[in-house]
Nanobody, 126 residues
Framework: QAQLVESGGGLVQAGDSLRLSCAAS????????MGWFRQAPGKEREFVAS????????SYADSVKGRFTISRDNAKNTADLQMNSLKPEDTGVYYC???????????????????WGQGTQVTVSS
């Protein structure tokens, strides 16, 4: 079971950028699809982005397309989320997670993700 630790959150103003990082333990990191999710106060956790095992395939929620970029470094067991042009509605706790996948595709089904990290808070002020 992978252990995940998120970092990089903070308080920023609208229009600013942040880079989140997820560090994963275990030698099987490169076999997992990686995903980022977020949960705003009073709302359910929602999918943000995912990246395939090789990093060649990505998928994004419509609300972040063109502003967020997910990447991974299999040599370092990390997956990052670069967030640009942040908006107040991006506020929430951001979590990384892993999903098993037989193919090198970007998994988007939330129920397939497991081994959640503790989350990192992102607050965007207007």
């Amino acid at each position: 079971q992978a252990q995940l630790v998120e970092s990089g959150g903070g308080l920023v103003q609208a229009g600013d950028s942040l880079r989140l990082s997820c560090a994963a333990s275990g030698r099987t990191f490169k076999t997992y699809n990686m995903g980022w999710f977020r949960q705003a106060p009073g709302k359910e956790r929602e999918f943000v982005a995912s990246i395939s095992r090789s990093g060649n395939n990505t998928s994004y929620a419509d609300s972040v397309k063109g502003r967020f970029t997910i990447s991974r470094d299999n040599a370092k067991n990390t997956a990052d989320l670069q967030m640009n042009s942040l908006k107040p509605e991006d506020t929430g706790v951001y979590y990384c997670s892993v999903a098993a996948s037989l193919f090198d595709t970007a998994v988007t089904t939330p129920s397939r993700f497991h081994s959640w990290g503790q989350g990192t808070q992102v607050t965007v002020s207007s």
